[in-house]
């Protein structure tokens, strides 16, 4: 059985994985838990919409460079 995936409400290891698999280079768990951190956004339930997430990381690339 494959567990089926949803975008808006995805766990910590589910978002590491699905990132790791779409992009090519390792994503940890402890790596987003550094971005949750640094304000990455999260639902109430502390499960992750990875658009959001996603959003989040352009806006901090941005800031950076």
């Known amino acids: 059985m494959t567990e089926k995936l949803q975008p808006t409400s995805m766990s910590v290891a589910q978002a590491a994985r699905l990132l790791t698999a ?3 280079k390792p994503v940890t768990e ?3 838990r550094k971005d ?10 502390g499960t992750m919409n990875v658009i959001h997430y ?10 950076v460079n």
Not at 36 to 45: F, L, Q, S
Not at 54 to 63: D, G, M, P, S
């Open 36 to 45: 949750i951190e640094a304000g990455a956004p999260v639902n109430p339930d």
């Open 54 to 63: 996603a959003a989040f990381l352009a806006k901090e690339l941005a800031r």
């Open 30 to 32: 402890e790596m987003i």
């Open 22 to 24: 779409v992009g090519g």
